[in-house]
């Protein structure tokens, strides 16, 4: 994968992701299943980053003290999820793109706050939402 197309519904907002996957995961928190209306976020995370053609429609919503979300304006798009202050490095959603052949998830996150309703797969590691904050705080000391 080097460069790939998406788009939100309407067209609105367009972009290239760019680069190698660097992580491909499946978030089972409470808030990614509302923004989603009940099923996971499933973000792409590259090399490269994103970069972004049209953004008439893009906007952000502040959904926490630690991540954005953005979204189509026009149609309701969800498209991305990034940390609060990043401007260019963030994960992009999968369904948004024209062209998904080779990729495979990575893991399941925040699993411990997945509903009851639907059983995780066991495609990929799971991992609780402790885990992953204590990964992402181990991986600040070594930048």
């Known amino acids: 994968m080097k460069e790939v197309a998406g788009k939100c519904l309407c067209g609105e907002v367009t972009f290239r992701v760019c680069g190698a996957p660097v992580e491909l995961h499946a978030c089972h928190c409470s808030m990614c299943r509302q923004q ?19 953004t008439d429609g893009l906007t952000w919503y502040q959904a926490s003290e630690h991540g954005d979300r953005g979204f189509c304006k026009t149609c309701g798009a969800t498209l ?3 940390m609060q202050g990043e401007e260019k490095d963030f994960s992009v959603s999968v369904g948004t793109l024209a ?8 893991s399941h996150i925040f699993t411990d706050e997945a509903p009851h309703y639907y059983t995780l797969p066991d495609d990929a590691p799971h991992k609780t939402g402790a885990q992953v904050l204590n990964e992402f705080i181990e991986s600040q000391k070594h930048v």
């Open 80 to 82: 991305f999820w990034r």
């Open 36 to 54: 989603n209306g009940g099923s996971a976020f499933i973000g792409l995370h590259t090399a490269e980053g994103v970069k972004l053609k049209k």
């Open 99 to 106: 062209e998904t052949q080779g990729l495979k998830l990575t």
